[in-house]
Structures are given as C-alpha cells and as structure tokens.
Nanobody, 125 residues
C-alpha cells in the first residue's frame, strides 16, 4: 500500500510559478510510475504529467507543455511538479498518483492505483 501526500499549492498571480511536491511512503518507490493530474470545478480530472520509475518524463499534454516539468527523487521518495508561466486556466486541485510498474493507461485515471488527497492551486490577480 502506497500513501501519497501533496504539498506546495497556493495562490499565485498569472505568470508566476509554483512547485508542487508529493511524498510517498510504503512500497518500493522506484517500482512506480508517478503522475500529476488536476481537476477544476465542474470538470473531469485531467492528466498533467507522468514520469517513469527511473526518472524519464513522458510527453506532456499541449495545455502544459513547455511550462510544467515533472521530476522525481528516488532517494527521497518524492515527485515534484515545477509549474511556470501559470495561467488562470491552471486553477485546479492537483493530485499526485502512483501506478505499480507501467500503467495500462498512462494518461487516464484508471491507470493509477494510489492517489493523494490533492492540493489547491489558484492562479488569479
């Protein structure tokens, strides 16, 4: 059983930056793909970024490509999401997710076995 705890959310002005972190416990961290999803009010949860167990980032969706960067530290059992050039449409609850080995659907919520409780990111002036 893997437990995930996100941190780092908050209020930021458009064009600003935030760095989210997710601390994992339980299981062997490097055996898990890690991902970030987000969910805005009234919308479905959407894929933001994913990274393999060895630290290779996967393709980002166009909505965040060039602005967001996922990374992981297998020694510290953490995964991070660096968010730059933030826009109001990035406002959402951001969730950390984990999947043992390679998920069947990397960009789908069904591909992941474990989820954090989420952290709110609000981009507003």
């Amino acid at each position: 059983q893997v437990q995930l705890v996100e941190s780092g959310g908050g209020l930021v002005q458009p064009g600003g930056s935030l760095r989210l972190s997710c601390a994992a416990s339980g299981g062997t961290f490097s055996d898990h793909y890690m991902a970030w999803f987000r969910q805005a009010p009234g919308k479905e949860r959407e894929f933001v970024a994913a990274i393999t167990g060895s630290g290779i980032p996967l393709n980002y969706p166009d909505s965040v490509k060039g602005r967001f960067t996922i990374s992981r530290d297998n020694a510290e059992n953490t995964v991070s999401l660096q968010m730059d050039s933030l826009k109001p449409e990035d406002t959402a609850v951001y969730y950390c997710a984990a999947a043992f080995l390679a998920p069947v659907g990397i960009t789908t919520t069904k591909g992941y076995d474990y989820w954090g409780q989420g952290t709110q990111v609000t981009v507003s002036s």
